[in-house]
């Protein structure tokens, strides 16, 4: 087996400058690159991360730490994480922390005393103080929602502007009686989505009617229900706004199956297949994989200048997709069999 002195030793370069040809430091000139590459590839080096591991005291990765592996927003996002870190050289490690945050603490430790290069986490807890004792030994951004308790680099989306977009967009068909259906208004995320979705009503003169929002439901089908149940009642909504993708998954099964084939929706947040859905659904596309490029970008950002202490929060913006769900019936039909409602 070939060793990096051998490869320094063909391309005639020093061992210094074969690490950072392999560590992918930017500060290499193009020529020591390709010439570096070359021995390599002729003499089938390759690196000992496990050396590489014992001489920095770190593990060659860098940890994911998201509510729901399942959610196609996180999926997706961490997969562009991954594809970021990999071409670095770096391995990703994993790993779910649930939606009610009671293990959020002890699941991302677990993931920290590994010794990684970096943390990128999404909060589902209250409180995310546990990670000052961190912050100097290891590079931390935060993904989706901001932390509390804690200055530090986050990417999140501009909830508030998404969700007041996706409401214009049903007043503008229209409607008055829009219903928001979302999982849990102490989740910052969706807070910041009802706040836009009232500030939308109010703006067109339209008082939000509390009998229309259903805030609870944690899984799709319990968001189906919660949908169903909505247009059952005496004075249904006439149309629709769904928080969160997962919900929405959810809530179009149970609408089809309840009868109600053509009511007008938004989703907040796209999924794959969601085009070959009839009708398919208007919604606010958060485009995760945006998501996971900004984030992985500046977590290698501040592993490479940790002296740097500026802290930065990355706003994204979250363009509306209208789709048919929106643009067809107007006015919902009865169910053909009550009995068929869930």
């Given at each position: 087996?070939?060793?990096?002195?051998?490869?320094?030793?063909?391309?005639?370069?020093?061992?210094?400058?074969?690490?950072?040809?392999?560590?992918?430091?930017?500060?290499?000139?193009?020529?020591?690159?390709?010439?570096?590459?070359?021995?390599?590839?002729?003499?089938?080096?390759?690196?000992?991360?496990?050396?590489?591991?014992?001489?920095?005291?770190?593990?060659?990765?860098?940890?994911?730490?998201i509510?729901?592996?399942?959610?196609?927003?996180?999926?997706?996002?961490?997969?562009?994480?991954?594809?970021?870190?990999?071409?670095?050289?770096?391995?990703?490690?994993?790993?779910?922390?649930?939606?009610?945050?009671?293990?959020?603490?002890?699941?991302?430790?677990?993931?920290?005393?590994?010794?990684?290069?970096?943390?990128?986490?999404?909060?589902?807890?209250?409180?995310?103080?546990?990670?000052?004792?961190?912050?100097?030994?290891?590079?931390?951004?935060?993904?989706?929602?901001?932390?509390?308790?804690?200055?530090?680099?986050?990417?999140?989306?501009?909830?508030?502007?998404?969700a007041?977009?996706?409401?214009?967009?049903?007043?503008?068909?229209?409607?008055?009686?829009?219903?928001?259906?979302?999982?849990?208004?102490?989740?910052?995320?969706?807070?910041?989505?009802?706040?836009?979705?009232?500030?939308?009503?109010?703006?067109?003169?339209?008082?939000?009617?509390?009998?229309?929002?259903?805030?609870?439901?944690?899984?799709g089908?319990?968001?189906?229900?919660?949908?169903?149940?909505?247009?059952?009642?005496?004075?249904?909504?006439?149309?629709?706004?769904?928080?969160?993708?997962?919900s929405?998954?959810?809530?179009?099964?149970?609408?089809?199956?309840?009868?109600?084939?053509?009511?007008?929706?938004?989703s907040?947040g796209?999924?794959?297949?969601?085009?070959?859905?009839?009708?398919?659904?208007?919604?606010?596309?958060?485009?995760?994989?945006?998501?996971?490029?900004?984030?992985?970008?500046?977590?290698?950002?501040?592993?490479?200048?940790?002296?740097?202490?500026?802290?930065?929060?990355?706003?994204?913006?979250?363009?509306l997709?209208?789709?048919?769900?929106?643009?067809?019936?107007?006015?919902?039909?009865?169910p053909?069999?009550?009995?068929?409602?869930?």
């Open positions: 087996m070939s060793t990096m002195r051998q490869v320094a030793e063909r391309a005639g370069v020093s061992a210094k400058s074969v690490s950072r040809v392999i560590n992918n430091d930017r500060y290499v000139s193009a020529d020591v690159r390709r010439r570096v590459e070359q021995a390599v590839a002729e003499l089938s080096y390759v690196p000992n991360e496990l050396a590489r591991t014992f001489r920095s005291g770190r593990d060659a990765a860098i940890g994911v730490a509510p729901d592996l399942s959610d196609p927003f996180f999926a997706r996002l961490t997969r562009e994480i991954e594809q970021i870190a990999r071409s670095r050289g770096l391995a990703v490690l994993i790993t779910s922390l649930g939606q009610d945050g009671a293990e959020e603490q002890s699941r991302v430790e677990a993931l920290l005393r590994r010794q990684l290069n970096g943390l990128v986490t999404t909060p589902v807890s209250a409180d995310q103080s546990y990670l000052k004792p961190w912050q100097d030994r290891i590079a931390i951004v935060f993904i989706d929602r901001p932390p509390a308790g804690i200055v530090a680099d986050s990417v999140v989306e501009d909830d508030h502007g998404g007041y977009a996706a409401t214009r967009h049903l007043i503008g068909h229209g409607h008055r009686r829009i219903a928001f259906i979302g999982d849990s208004i102490a989740t910052a995320t969706t807070a910041r989505r009802f706040k836009g979705y009232r500030h939308a009503l109010r703006d067109a003169g339209v008082t939000p009617d509390p009998s229309l929002i259903r805030f609870g439901p944690t899984t089908r319990e968001a189906g229900t919660a949908a169903v149940d909505l247009l059952n009642a005496d004075l249904p909504p006439t149309a629709l706004f769904s928080s969160n993708a997962w929405t998954i959810g809530i179009i099964p149970a609408l089809q199956i309840a009868g109600y084939r053509s009511v007008p929706l938004v907040f796209d999924f794959p297949l969601a085009e070959a859905i009839r009708p398919a659904p208007t919604v606010v596309d958060q485009d995760p994989a945006s998501v996971g490029r900004a984030a992985a970008t500046r977590l290698f950002e501040r592993i490479e200048h940790p002296r740097r202490r500026l802290k930065r929060q990355i706003v994204l913006p979250v363009p997709i209208a789709r048919e769900s929106c643009c067809g019936q107007e006015t919902l039909p009865v053909a069999d009550p009995a068929l409602a869930i």
